[in-house]
């Protein structure tokens, strides 16, 4: 069993940047696929971000490339989102995700953290 804890949320102005962190425990999840997907209210859950278990692929929903990072820690179980440049549409909550599968889609991921909010606003 994995258990996921993100931390790092809050408030953020337009333009500024947050970084995200997500650390896993209970086994380690060097060898899974690790992933970021978010839900704005009144809407579905979306993928973020994704990186594979050695950390050297990493991709991208298009509404986040090259504004935020993905990125991990694996001696230490954790991943990252650097979000730069954040936008007011980036507002929602924030799931970190494990998988044992480097993908994108939402039922690959088989262990999901609690979720945090991320307000985007001047």
């Known amino acids: 069993q994995v258990h996921l804890v993100e931390s790092g949320g809050g408030v953020v102005q337009p333009g500024g940047s947050l970084t995200l962190s997500c650390t896993a425990s209970?086994?380690?999840?060097?060898?899974?696929?690790m992933g970021w997907f978010r839900q704005a209210p009144g809407k579905e859950r979306t993928f973020v971000a994704t990186?594979?278990?050695?950390?050297?692929?990493?991709y991208y929903a298009n509404a986040v490339k090259g504004r935020f990072t993905i990125s991990r820690d694996t001696a230490n179980n954790t991943i990252y989102l650097q979000m730069t440049s954040p936008e007011p549409e980036d507002t929602a909550v924030y799931y970190c995700?494990?998988?044992?599968?480097?993908?994108?889609?939402?039922?690959?991921?088989?262990?999901w953290g609690q979720g945090l909010q991320v307000t985007v606003s001047s």
């Open positions: 995700a494990a998988s044992h599968f480097y993908a994108s889609d939402y039922d690959s991921y088989a262990y």
């Open positions: 990186i594979n278990w050695g950390g050297y692929q990493t």
């Open positions: 209970g086994r380690t999840v060097s060898s899974d696929a």
